[in-house]
């Protein structure tokens, strides 16, 4: 019943979807309330309200009512399931068979892994006749669609072997077909991704001026480089069919990540037409189309798969860089409404939140090797063994020196790692004897380029009652201050131990140019993962009632102060003890109640256990936020940074502020529009000069040196090229100078 003002105005059976539509048409359309007020009672949106008005306005009551069968955008099978049909695939059962198995059609499974092998010969005569049937323009340079797909389609035996990524050779990317010739229109390419006969799009380019944000391709080079794509094509296969494959999402989002799109939201502020020049495409994925492909990569659960790979590649490249690695932890602050039992202190808020722990491992230049997400927000002390393995597996049985904060202080570890073939840098953390600055020695040397100099003092220390012996490096600030660093590495220098500490700093800066640049905490999805109900957690109970002691202990000692202060003004005039405590009679009864109450909650706290499991907690359920999906654009947003530090090493030969303005060089870089040609299989990129002539000639020696690695667009044939038009000419030429008189002769007619 709807009363309003005290008076019925309508009324309608509880389950009844239209009557109940209708209620908030009619409350709105009569005046009675506003949309957001009507929302708000029906528990509802205001969008919802606004589209049943619509309905009702077009076609009356029956457009309320929700049309006989699936609901159009609706996945049939949930994500959940998408892991359980990989596995019965990988039995060798039909799609038919895995329908019948999970209760739904055959079409449905078909539309999530494609069709089977024994429809693929059917679907790709019905591609033949599709096109012309629907009234579509042949290709040009063909006599028909069948002729078309005949040409461009390779036999069953090359289709094998180019799609098997495991067979082919690694850098032998299987080349996508297409049916199209204009660049601007791929109408039949996205036809045969709707048939299931296209897993990606390749990439057609079309001639340009002025083409926007096109210096991103300059990053291409090094992306190809990195791995990602090949040792993706591997693990991921294809998440096809679909007009927007692997490649094609890969490469969005690492542009993405490049050109400062921090979100996918974000993609709504950009054209997707001149987005998808950079692509080869004629429009770039949007919002929807980008968050169904990373859904369909978690479904995969890869994502800690490739980043070890990843890792191992680099390591490949940059062995010599792995003899010290730093490890540190960074808290993501969750400021949502779910109930996560994750907590962490937060550094840089003063303060402990609901938050996750990510683990980074950075090489000794500061560049990061890989990411682990951590599944719980464990001290370092507690996630250095697991960590350990993790980059034991990547870097492999050579020698490390493991640099870390005071946060992995821990004796017995230093032993376990010790045990394991790991050194160690940390921190020394507890009280230790001052040391004289007299016994302090200047020591001054060269790393990487820059001079440092510090005032040392170097002893042997013993801890495990003297079975763990170390080497502590004590340095004196300019402050007076002294810090003193642990390591097991006898052989280094002291001054070199000293720079590889504080060098631990180019982590933190990493964390913070993460952060502002590439969004690092941001959230991709708001997809939630039950608890483990047998992990450990402080006690909530015991949290409360230490704050509850803590209030009591300050009131105990509030009236014990104020007792003690009665006492001494009243001693001359009440010299018995007994006199004393009649006349402050309630003084002392407040006392007594404040003891007693310190003493109750103590004897509750100590019933109380410090850990209990997720399954005992009172709240109905505790989850924990996705993490596939979060640790897939890690990695890609790792390789976008690795990219970046990659260009500003040849950069840094011929500019000469590479240090200070490299990396802001390089977003003016790659958000510099310019041309696009394609002549005899290369894809020439020419870009716009920069804002100041010195940055245009650097970018020029920075496209001859990219030159010189022959890079293939992937996914085609091309060849890129890059070029920097020349600076215009600033100034006049006096006309004396050698200048002015060349000028005054050109222009004299002859």
């Avoid at 001639?207 to 990053?219: D, K």
């Avoid at 840089?348 to 599944?375: C, K, Q």
């Avoid at 990659?646 to 303005?661: F, G, I, M, N, S």
């Avoid at 000069?689 to 001859?704: D, V």
Wanted: charged share 30%; aromatic share 6%.
């Amino acid at each position: 019943m709807i009363v309003v003002a005290g008076l019925p105005v309508h009324h309608y059976r509880a389950d009844d979807a239209v009557a109940e539509s209708y209620a908030m048409v009619f409350l709105v359309e009569s005046g009675f309330a506003e949309q957001i007020d009507v929302a708000r009672a029906f528990a509802r949106s205001a969008r919802s309200v606004r589209r049943y008005q619509r309905c009702y306005a077009q076609g009356g009551m029956a457009a309320l009512g929700r049309a006989e069968g699936w609901r159009r955008g609706r996945r049939r099978i949930s994500s959940k399931r998408l892991h359980s049909i990989e596995v019965l695939k990988s039995q060798g059962l039909s799609n038919r068979a895995i329908g019948h198995r999970l209760g739904v059609s055959e079409k449905a499974i078909r539309k999530v892994i494609g069709p089977s092998p024994a429809a693929d010969g059917w679907q790709l005569a019905l591609a033949g006749i599709t096109p012309a049937t629907a009234g579509e323009p042949p290709a040009p340079p063909a006599t028909s669609i069948g002729d078309a797909v005949a040409d461009v389609t390779p036999s069953a035996q090359d289709q094998v072997e180019a799609c098997d990524p495991f067979a082919a050779p690694d850098d032998a990317e299987p080349l996508p077909m297409s049916l199209d010739r204009d660049a601007s229109d791929r109408t039949f390419d996205r036809q045969l991704a709707y048939l299931g006969l296209l897993d990606d799009a390749a990439p057609l380019f079309r001639e340009g001026s002025s083409v926007p944000a096109v210096g991103v391709l300059l990053a291409l080079p090094c992306l190809v480089e990195s791995g990602l794509l090949r040792l993706s094509r591997k693990l991921y296969g294809e998440i096809g069919p679909a007009f927007y494959g692997l490649r094609t999402t890969l490469l969005t989002l690492l542009f993405m990540a490049l050109l400062r799109v921090k979100r996918p939201e974000q993609l709504k502020e950009r054209d997707p037409a001149a987005f998808g020049r950079l692509l080869g495409l004629d429009r770039a994925p949007e919002v929807k189309t980008l968050r169904r492909r990373l859904t369909r990569l978690a479904a995969h659960h890869c994502a800690e798969q490739l980043g070890a790979e990843l890792a191992r590649l680099r390591v490949d490249q940059r062995g010599h860089l792995m003899g010290f690695l730093y490890i540190d932890g960074h808290v993501r602050a969750y400021h949502g409404q779910r109930s996560i039992a994750s907590r962490a202190y937060v550094a840089r808020r003063h303060l402990a939140m609901p938050a996750s722990t990510d683990y980074w491992i950075n090489d000794r230049s500061g560049e990061p090797l890989f990411v682990v997400t951590g599944e719980v927000n464990a001290a370092l002390t507690k996630a250095l063994p697991r960590l350990l393995r993790e980059v034991r597996n990547v870097v492999g049985e050579r020698r490390m020196t493991i640099v870390f904060d005071r946060g992995g202080w821990s004796p017995k570890l230093f032993g376990t790692m010790l045990k394991d073939g790991f050194d160690l840098l940390t921190y020394r953390v507890g009280r230790c004897r001052r040391i004289n600055e007299r016994r302090f020695i200047r020591r001054r040397a060269e790393f990487d380029g820059h001079w440092v100099d510090y005032l040392l003092h170097e002893q042997p220390v013993r801890f495990l009652k003297g079975k763990l012996r170390l080497r502590q490096i004590t340095r004196l600030c300019d402050n007076g201050h002294q810090t003193q660093v642990i390591t097991s590495r006898w052989d280094l220098r002291d001054i070199e131990v000293a720079y590889r500490m504080f060098e631990r700093w180019r982590q933190e800066n990493f964390f913070k140019y993460m952060r502002e640049e590439f969004l690092l905490d941001a959230l991709i999805d708001y997809q939630i993962e039950p608890e483990d109900p047998t992990r450990t957690i402080p006690n909530p109970e015991r949290r409360s009632l230490d704050k509850e002691i803590k209030a009591a202990r300050a009131d105990l000692g509030s009236r014990e102060r104020e007792y003690g202060a009665a006492a001494a003004n009243t001693e001359q005039r009440r010299p018995t003890m007994r006199g004393f405590k009649i006349a402050h009679r309630k003084l002392g009864k407040q006392l007594q109640a404040a003891r007693l109450r310190v003493a109750r909650l103590l004897e509750q706290r100590r019933e109380l256990p410090k850990r209990i499991e997720i399954r005992d907690l009172s709240e109905p359920a505790v989850v924990k936020l996705a993490t596939e999906r979060k640790h897939l654009t890690d990695i890609i947003k790792m390789i976008a940074y690795q990219a970046e530090s990659d260009l500003l090493a040849l950069l840094r030969p011929h500019y000469a502020r590479a240090d200070q303005e490299g990396r802001t060089l390089l977003h003016e870089l790659f958000a510099t529009a310019g041309d696009i040609r394609i002549t005899d299989g290369e894809l020439h990129i020419t870009l716009d000069p920069l804002s100041s002539p010195h940055r245009t000639h650097a970018a020029q020696a920075l496209c001859q040196a990219l030159d010189q690695t022959a890079t293939v667009f992937p996914g085609s044939r091309l060849r890129i090229r890059f070029a920097v038009r020349p600076p215009p000419r600033i100034g006049l030429a006096f006309p004396g100078s050698p200048a002015g008189r060349h000028a005054a002769a050109a222009a004299t007619p002859s």
